[in-house]
């Protein structure tokens, strides 16, 4: 099993725990799962290209912080109804727009047909 296959492994397990910790469904989980995953896979395949240190590679139950990482990416979540307010799968829209974090509730989006822009600095 090569480094990949392993940090895939470390990853899902950790996901699921903290999925089951959040009291997350079915549907839920595999979308945080999922998109734990790719996290991890592409940090991984970056720190490859640039041959930085693999072991550097965030997991969820590694808590190393690395003082010169850019901060998260956030996005932008659009609602179809013109300034709307009020909660959707848990997340707080006023005036028709939310500010999301990547993970599975920005999938959740994604695949539900929401409009989705990364969030300018």
Same mark, same amino acid.
């Given at each position: ?9 470390? *990853?899902? &397990?950790? &996901? ?5 910790? $959040?009291?997350?469904? +079915?549907? $839920? ?7 734990? *995953? $790719?996290?991890?896979? +592409? ?13 550097? @590679? ?18 932008? *979540? ?5 300034? /709307? ?7 707080? /829209?006023?005036? %028709?727009?939310?500010? @999301? $974090?990547? %993970? =599975?509730?920005?999938? =959740? /989006?994604?695949?539900? %047909? ?8």
């Amino acid at each position: 099993m090569d480094e990949k296959e392993v940090l895939i492994q470390k *990853v899902t &397990a950790s &996901a699921k725990a903290e999925a089951k910790k $959040q009291k997350m469904n +079915e549907a $839920q989980t595999k979308l945080y799962v999922d998109a734990e *995953v $790719q996290k991890a896979i +592409e940090e991984y395949d970056t720190k490859k290209e640039t041959k930085e240190p693999i072991d550097d @590679v965030k997991t969820n139950d590694t808590k190393k912080e690395k003082s010169n990482k850019p901060k998260k990416v956030k996005y932008i *979540v659009y609602t179809p109804v013109k300034n /709307f307010c009020g909660i959707i799968a848990g997340v707080h /829209f006023a005036y %028709g727009k939310a500010e @999301v $974090q990547p %993970g =599975w509730v920005l999938n =959740w /989006f994604k695949e539900h %047909g929401y409009k989705v822009e990364e969030a300018s600095k």
